[in-house]
């Protein structure tokens, strides 16, 4: 058996090696910039913007390589908390959170910030409730985690089942949203551009597991922070001379109300449980921006706010990165960090709708349909946005754009080259491969961990990183193959899986920690029933059988959760004295990682035997 590294102590060179990584991606975006200049083949400079990064994860990835578990499955925990926050975030989105979300601020406009306040909500939950638990403990893998604190392997088994599904929705949906951004800078099919992404994830991780996972992320998220920062960043200097759009969009807000108010723009309130986000199809701007439930009703508003807080706080893809951290009072400040970066992603996005709103009202709003801008033109010509005249001026009724093209339509507005659009779209390739790759490795990982060595309390750790090692391409093309061949919106899918994740883990979590009460059949029996209400609600919800949409559907799923596990706890027998001790355990914040300790100990047990 392979001796687990002692090792908890920071890598000092971090922040140079990550410093060199930042360095080299800004390096091929100006080589490109200058290539352009003299003159190279666009289709060269579009394949060098969509390989070049990629291949600088993979390389990040390999370097990882690891057979240690406790490296394999969890960095060593010693993953610094800014970085730790930094992945947590961008997992959390994805490009279906960063694409879709600035297309929500643009059509939909203030309903969109119920996913973005249900975001912030749930990591301020999981850093309350869920994460520092987790960290004491140390499992690997949420099911791992319950079937430990339940003493109970069945229990194990079931969280495994149950947590499959949203898993493989998020995975889906970020594949095909990673396809939509990669397709349109080179060009290719979607088909195609999934299958090379599936490929392209297989050797970022299945070296070094959690390893090379979470720096190969690191470098994703350093792309995704320029490839949305700095065009941004741009357009907010040329309109208000202040490079932060964070901070100067606020303005330009103002001005949008007024002039969609001179312009006649129709307020129109959505029904109190109404939820009509934009798709991916073209659709109209028949809304102003800053104008609150016009699309989603104020209960609806609500409801969103908290099914997202659920989902996110229990989000079985996201709650293992914690356990990376070298303590408990890093995973705190992991999630804080989360907090940080997710709101300069989201607040960034928001920047982009509301600038490219502003150039839209400016420059084609009342216009003669002959006098309509060229990036306009170029952007009709790519499908992307569309106008139907009526009479002799562009109404904004009259004006249309897709939902996920809204990020890239910046650029081309702003007339920058064509690299800096290209640039964008390796941004969103590179949160799509992130978030793909948290969630392809938490299905292996419970695949393995929970499905083949949990069938035994302590499998040999050969075993159990050999395993994951075969399950992660397998669980890679499998998903790849779901999202080529399944047509549904990733925003959709995204929000389907925080509501099922939400329903079936968060009450079981919560109560695993808070309750020393809860056993086995308890918990077994909320997941159950908060996943089956939580799915059923769904399709109602899809299907027009009920009045709630099915993006709501933790609604009736949390709460079935918590009754069900509460109820079925009392028709079974007290825990044992030793889970009681395990549960007090857990709750303090101190101390050395209870799986760490047993595992240290079963070491010192088998040299003296041996």
């Known amino acids: 058996m392979a001796a687990t590294s002692q090792r908890r102590l920071v890598n000092p060179m971090l922040g140079t090696y990550f410093g060199i990584f930042t360095s080299a991606a800004a390096g091929l975006v100006l080589v490109l910039l200058v290539l352009e200049q003299l003159g190279f083949s666009d289709g060269l400079l579009r394949l060098a913007m969509l390989a070049g990064p990629i291949v600088l994860f993979i390389a990040v990835g390999a370097a990882g390589a690891c057979r240690e578990p406790s490296e394999y499955f969890a960095a060593g925990r010693r993953v610094p908390a800014v970085y730790t926050g930094l992945v947590l975030a961008l997992s959390a989105l994805g490009a279906t959170g960063l694409v879709g979300m600035t297309g929500l601020y643009f059509i939909n406009g203030f309903d969109a910030w119920c996913i973005a306040i249900g975001i912030w909500a749930g990591f301020v939950m999981m850093a309350l409730l869920v994460a520092p638990y987790l960290r004491k403990h140390g499992s690997y893998t949420v099911p791992s985690y319950l079937g430990r604190r339940l003493d109970n392997r069945l229990a194990r088994i079931v969280a495994a089942a149950v947590i499959l599904v949203p898993m493989v929705l998020v995975a889906v949906a970020e594949l095909k949203m990673g396809a939509y951004a990669a397709g349109w800078l080179s060009g290719w099919s979607q088909g195609l551009v999934t299958q090379l992404l599936v490929f392209a994830i297989i050797p970022m991780v299945v070296l070094g597991g959690v390893r090379s996972l ?51 723009v129709p307020i129109n309130i959505a029904p109190m449980l109404g939820l009509d986000f934009a798709g991916q199809e073209l659709t109209v701007l028949a809304n102003r921006i800053a104008q609150p439930y016009i699309s989603v009703g104020p209960i609806s508003f609500i409801l969103m706010i908290l099914t997202v807080t659920c989902g996110i706080a229990a989000s079985p893809w996201l709650l293992p990165r914690t356990v990376c951290t070298p303590g408990v009072y890093d995973t705190r400040k992991s999630v804080a960090w989360a907090i940080v970066f997710s709101g300069l992603v989201l607040i960034s996005a928001a920047s982009v709708a509301v600038f490219l709103r502003d150039i839209l009202m400016d420059q084609v709003v009342g216009k003669s349909p002959r006098e309509l801008p060229q990036w306009f033109r170029q952007l009709v010509e790519l499908g992307v946005a569309g106008v139907k005249v009526t009479g ?39 949160a799509a491969l992130l978030a793909a790759t948290s969630a392809i490795t938490a299905i292996a990982n419970v695949l393995a961990e929970d499905g083949v060595a949990g069938l035994v309390w302590s499998p040999p750790a050969g075993m159990r990183v050999n395993v994951v090692r075969l399950a992660l ?44 009460r809860l056993n086995a059949f308890g918990a077994c029996t909320g997941m159950i029933a908060g996943f089956v209400t939580a799915l059923l609600a769904i399709m109602a919800g899809e299907a027009a059988w009920l009045g709630v949409p099915g993006a709501l559907s933790a609604v009736f799923g949390v709460p079935v959760g918590f009754i069900g596990a509460a109820v079925a706890t009392r028709f079974a027998s007290l825990p044992d004295r030793h889970v009681l001790a395990l549960v007090r355990d857990i709750r303090l914040p101190g101390g050395e990682t209870i799986c760490d300790r047993e595992e240290r100990l079963q070491r010192l047990k088998q040299q003296r035997s041996g």
């Open 214 to 264: 979470t720096w190969s992320n690191a470098g994703q998220g350093i792309v995704v922070l320029i490839a949305l920062v700095v065009p941004v960043g741009i357009v907010a200097a040329l309109e208000t001379n202040l490079p932060f759009p964070q901070l100067s969009h606020g303005p330009v807000l103002r001005g949008l109300g007024r002039m969609e108010a001179m312009r006649g």
């Open 392 to 430: 002799d001026r562009v109404l904004l009724g009259e004006v249309g754009f897709k939902r996920d093209a809204v990020l890239f339509a910046l650029p081309i507005a702003g007339g920058f080259s064509p690299i800096v659009v290209y640039m964008a779209l390796a941004g969103a390739v590179a």
């Open 473 to 516: 391409p397998v669980v890679a093309i499998l998903t790849g193959w779901i999202a080529i061949f399944v047509p549904a919106d990733p925003l959709d899918l995204a929000l389907w899986a925080l509501a099922l994740s939400g329903s079936s883990m968060f009450p079981v979590i919560v109560l695993s920690v808070l309750w020393k």
